[in-house]
């Protein structure tokens, strides 16, 4: 019998704001069906449960939750931390106190350690005492894993290698945190549409809210930006992620631009008089940061940033930035079909600009994200393919075409356990995709996995062999002509150890 969802939806929707639509609802129905099944309960009796059982209702949350994060992630936010925000309140608080900041809806941790990181690497030891961090989550499990701080390579996407040496150990399963960082963190369990705040949770002079705000319609984004109010200080600043800002000048707080960064103030922040309340342009009119970020580069290379000595109090001058321009109006967008034309044809200049149009305008669209994805990939632009990829993943947990790019993008920086993954899923998810089976077949070939190679090798041949196979691939041009792939198998195969009988089995597939 198919599962009612609805109560169970509402529930969910009026506790913490998260919504279960379309492709959705398959994962919501599993977890419901993994807690219920664990507690041998019917979906009527699991369902009174979850209405007065906070236990239970936090267990089957932890199962919901999307915790896709990484270090130094949109890096150009935390320089603004860096170079502008945290230098005007140290001068407001004047040692008084220390300035607080908070990141809501941290995941396991990557967010409030990196600003914390970043703001060692320009202060030194005296970080400890100018500054107070906390992070924050509604998930209680990733919350376990961001007090242990111990990470994957996976955490480190684009990530210098220095900063690992300076900041992380290395052991058999990862790399371990520092100290040093580690307890400069405090972690809190936070939902932000409950009634009551943790009396730890108030007071912050900055909040980072990023990534996080898409998993909910403009509604419950209201709700929640009035919460992150009440847990700022009267002169308090909250910034959102890039990709999320426009769509979330609700009417809340004023919006303001520096230097094409945008976020928003509470009252009357430590700000240069220069910068005024933004107000929103036509959707079409997207701003200068939609296009891909740098790459972060460590404090301790950047001049205008030297770090104080240890014990230091002294506070660098504060120098008013210049007055920002305007910023660069996009075109108006082309016609999909259009647009994806120019990415066929390798014409990325001419196709990113109406991909941003596009995406300010519908931010969910997933061919729009692909496309954009894939011009980023082409671009050895790792960390936009992986953060726009995973965005459709929220949506559509199996998406061909994003599981693809998230397994080339692994596979380019030498991720090679996480590029099989990728592939993996993808091939589970559609036996027919012969692209993600050819690219298993050359990562397993590579390692000297000699009969996985070869099963994948074979699998790509006999698929090839039937015709035009649906790989499942709905918008991403991989451009891999079929004949030259299984050319390429046959020839690759042929070289394997052991491929006497592989040559007489392919004569007779031909």
């Not at 509604?138 to 690992?164: E, H, M, N």
């Not at 002169?235 to 890039?242: A, C, E, F, N, P």
């Not at 198998?489 to 052991?498: M, N, S, T, V």
Request: one cysteine or more; proline letters at 8%.
């Amino acid at each position: 019998m198919k599962l009612n969802l609805a109560p169970f939806k509402r529930l969910i929707k009026e506790r913490c704001g998260l919504l279960f639509e379309d492709n959705g609802e398959e994962k919501l129905a599993q977890a419901l069906t993994a807690r219920s099944d664990s507690l041998a309960l019917k979906s009527a009796e699991y369902y009174t449960l979850l209405q007065s059982n906070e236990a239970e209702f936090q267990e089957l949350v932890n199962l919901l939750t999307i915790n896709e994060t990484y270090f130094f992630r949109e890096a150009e936010q935390i320089r603004l931390l860096v170079d502008r925000l945290a230098p005007r309140f140290l001068a407001a608080h004047d040692g008084r106190a220390p300035v607080r900041i908070l990141s809501a809806g941290c995941s396991s941790g990557e967010e409030p350690y990196s600003l914390a990181m970043a703001l060692l690497d320009k202060y030194g030891e005296s970080v400890a005492r100018l500054f107070s961090f906390s992070g924050a989550d509604i998930d209680s499990t990733v919350l376990a894993k961001a007090k242990q701080a111990r990470y994957t390579d996976f955490s480190f996407r684009g990530v210098p290698a220095d900063i690992k040496s300076r900041h992380f150990d290395k052991d058999r399963w990862g790399y371990v945190l520092k100290d040093q960082v580690r307890q400069l963190v405090s972690f809190h369990e936070l939902n932000l549409l409950a009634d009551a705040i943790p009396p730890a949770l108030r007071d912050f002079d900055i909040v980072y809210f990023r990534n996080v705000s898409i998993y909910f319609d403009a509604p419950t984004r209201k709700i929640i930006q009035q919460n992150l109010a009440k847990l700022m200080k009267d002169d308090g600043v909250l910034v959102i992620g890039t990709a999320e800002t426009l769509a979330n000048d609700l009417g809340v707080l004023p919006l303001v631009e520096e230097e094409g960064l945008f976020y928003f103030i509470k009252g009357q922040p430590p700000l240069p008089e220069s910068l005024t309340p933004y107000s929103t342009p036509p959707l079409l009119a997207a701003p200068a940061w939609m296009s891909p970020p740098p790459p972060y580069v460590a404090a301790t290379v950047w001049p205008e940033l030297p770090s104080a000595p240890p014990g230091d109090w002294s506070l660098p001058a504060v120098v008013p930035p210049p007055v920002p321009t305007a910023p660069t109006p996009m075109p108006q967008p082309a016609d999909l079909a259009n647009v994806r034309q120019f990415v066929c044809d390798k014409r990325y200049d001419e196709a990113l600009p109406h991909l941003d149009a596009i995406l300010t305008v519908e931010p969910g669209n997933a061919e729009a994200r692909l496309l954009k994805a894939h011009v980023a990939i082409e671009r050895k632009d790792f960390a936009t393919t992986e953060e726009l990829a995973q965005r459709v993943l929220a949506v559509d947990a199996w998406s061909i075409d994003a599981l693809l790019l998230l397994g080339l993008a692994a596979k380019w920086q030498r991720q090679e356990g996480e590029a099989i993954r990728c592939f993996k899923q993808a091939v589970y998810s559609r036996h027919e995709c012969w692209p993600g089976h050819y690219y298993l077949a050359d990562l397993y070939r590579q390692s000297g996995e000699t009969e996985l190679a070869r099963r994948a090798y074979r699998v790509v041949i006999q698929l090839l062999a039937g015709g035009a196979a649906d790989t499942g691939i709905k918008y991403v041009p991989l451009n891999l002509p079929a004949g030259e792939i299984r050319f390429l198998c046959e020839h690759q195969l042929a070289k394997l150890p052991g491929a006497a009988g592989t040559s007489a089995a392919l004569a007779g597939q031909r």
